[in-house]
């Protein structure tokens, strides 16, 4: 199993869902710093007119994912409320995370090749 990377595409309905999803973001970060034990890496990047962004989200593993969606779980209906969101969530997650994961969002790629391993 081990770590997971996930990426998360919104599309904003406009300027003013922007603004309160970067409020709401910047909300997260501060959780995700103050709580999460095994966040790795949650990232933010706007394209350049800001009418889409990615957030970048590793994690050590399985456990650490289900803890980050608990702390973050108050967050999402707002933050989803500001636009259209899709994700992929690559890595082998664990049998409770695999639990969790219902329907085609986020979308699920197991690992098939890795540099890492070769070394």
């Known amino acids: 199993m081990g770590e997971l990377t996930g990426i998360v595409r919104f599309t904003f309905h ?27 890496q949650y990232d933010t990047y706007f394209n350049a007119d800001r009418s889409q962004a990615m957030v970048i989200e590793r994690f050590t593993d399985s456990a650490a994912l289900i803890e980050h969606s608990r702390h973050l779980a108050a967050f999402m209906e707002p933050i989803l409320a500001t636009g259209t969101a899709s994700g992929e969530l690559l890595g082998q997650p664990s049998a409770e995370l695999a639990a969790l994961l219902t329907g085609d969002n986020p979308q699920l790629f197991l690992p098939y090749a890795s540099l890492a391993s070769e070394r």
């Open 14 to 40: 406009d300027a003013a869902a922007v603004e309160a999803f970067k409020r709401l973001s910047a909300e997260c970060m501060a959780v995700v710093r103050a709580e999460d034990t095994g966040t790795l």
